[in-house]
């Protein structure tokens, strides 16, 4: 099967890193190599030419930060999916995989309900890039649901970082105490938290800040360790790349109905009905609490590494106490598999186990959808001892056998 090819990607960045990590996750399932053009190679060179060297499968096109809109228009004929764009901007031409914003509102308003703030506030980035405003939209929302107030911070557009730090200190200076704050990214929180040491408020027990992204250089350096929200990068990736199998392979249903109804309805009909139905919605993987939204603080990064060793270890067979083993010797310190267990489930909201399984369950549904290899040795390629631990697990998850699965599902 031909390529995938990861455009408009900064390969410094740390999400995209994940992202790729996701994307070459599900791509080796399928048998698929993957290659990127970065956006300092786009700014030199039309799209259109990098397609036509490498001449991939598909297109994965990155939407975070983007300055270029990579349209399907853009692209020709060539399948492609989407990470980050806006609803209205794909209108159901193409799979768009995205945060769930208001996933993520919810938690962090969970973190920061905790210690019973007086009030809400929420600071969007310095850039009014859209995924900004909409983790901010989305937090006044939920504030709004759960009858709380929020006040946010105005954007003054183009602006200079001198100027924006003033007025963030003085409107710091005004909130009321104790005022939980919400950041649309931790570059953003860094500076809340900066301009409310210098309005003399007191961090955390006149201010809690809750941030997005857990970027620990930046969290763990900042003068108060910052709390954040780990949006799941490598899962958006990852879902990415299926969406975009699934169009190659030709199964994509929704967005033949959408062809469909175009040509029935006419576009602006079709467009009305799409927009929003291409959007699959992410939620955030967990929530990394720091001194920034407690008097202690509890930071436990361990826990990422935990799911970054499931997700590569699962199907060489890894078992819970083979991760423990890695953890240990990673930190250079015992972790007692009850505390293991403990943070793992209040962190994720699920067992160890049950990502274990999950991240297996996968592997066989791609071996089953895309490949011909035998249900009955489909367990040898996934992580399970036994062809019969494979089915049990599988008729749990599904409610069929494997071979009917297959039946309904083969690309």
Known sequence: MAGILYIDMVPNNPSQILKLAGIRRYAGLSGMEVATVTRDELRQRDVRSFIADYRPGGVIVEGSGRTVDYMPDVLGAIPASYIEYPAEAMAGRAPDVVIDDAAVANAAFRELSRWKPAAFAAVGFIVPHPWSRMRVDAFLRCCRKEGAECEVFPANWPESEESRFERLSDWIADLPGHTAIFTASD?????VERAAIAAHRHIPKDISIC????????CENAPIPLTSIQLDF???GFVAARALVEILASRSRRFQSFSAEYN???RRRALSNA???????????LVTRRKSTSGRGRHEPWILRAVEIIRAEAC??????????????????TVPRRTFDLRFRE?????????????????ACALLAQTDTPVTIVHDFCGFGCYSALDAAFRSRFGMSMGTWRGRNFR
């Open 187 to 191: 570059a953003t929180a860094e500076t």
């Open 211 to 218: 941030s997005t992204d857990n970027i620990s250089k930046i």
């Open 234 to 236: 490598e899962r958006i």
């Open 264 to 266: 029935r309805t006419g």
């Open 275 to 285: 927009i929003g139905k291409s959007a699959i919605p992410i939620g955030p993987l």
């Open 316 to 333: 060489n067979g890894i078992t819970i106490t083979g991760v423990i083993d890695r953890l240990e010797k990673d930190m250079g310190r």
């Open 347 to 363: 962190a994720m909201g699920h067992t160890a186990n049950e990502e274990l399984l999950s991240v297996r369950l996968e592997s």
